[in-house]
């Protein structure tokens, strides 16, 4: 609705700035050079930029702009640097992926296959007028 729409683009807002403080704040303490050689921090402080940029330029219209929010979804994978369950769990979902992707070619050779059975069979037998 539109309550909820205007809600959430508050708290965008919001937390992006929450975040641009705290990449000011961590560039305080840190210094710029040891901030940004910093793998997680310079990965933080990209998504904090992109936000920024998205926020910038949402009034130019273009829905281009907002499949810029998905790149701060990463931001989860900053967990598995000190969460040991969630780091196995990650493990194993990837392991999942990469057996999938081979029942995946599995499945697209059977339906090339049975594909190219139908057409050797129904050729020339159905018509379309």
Do not use: Q
Request: hydrophobic residues 60%.
């Amino acid at each position: 609705s539109e309550a909820e729409g205007k809600v959430l683009s508050i708290a965008h807002v919001a937390f992006t700035v929450v975040f641009g403080v705290e990449m000011v704040l961590m560039h305080l303490a840190l210094g710029f050079r040891n901030y940004w050689t910093d793998g997680m921090n310079c990965f933080d402080g990209v998504v904090v930029i992109v936000s920024f940029v998205e926020l910038g330029l949402a009034g130019a219209g273009g829905g281009a702009i907002t499949a810029l929010r998905a790149f701060r979804l990463f931001r989860i994978f900053r967990l598995a640097k000190s969460w040991v369950s969630f780091r196995c769990l990650l493990r194993s979902m990837l392991a999942i992926l990469l057996e999938m992707g081979n029942f995946l070619a599995i499945v697209i050779i059977f339906i090339l296959v049975s594909a190219l059975i139908g057409v050797h069979f129904f050729f020339g037998k159905i018509f379309f007028r």
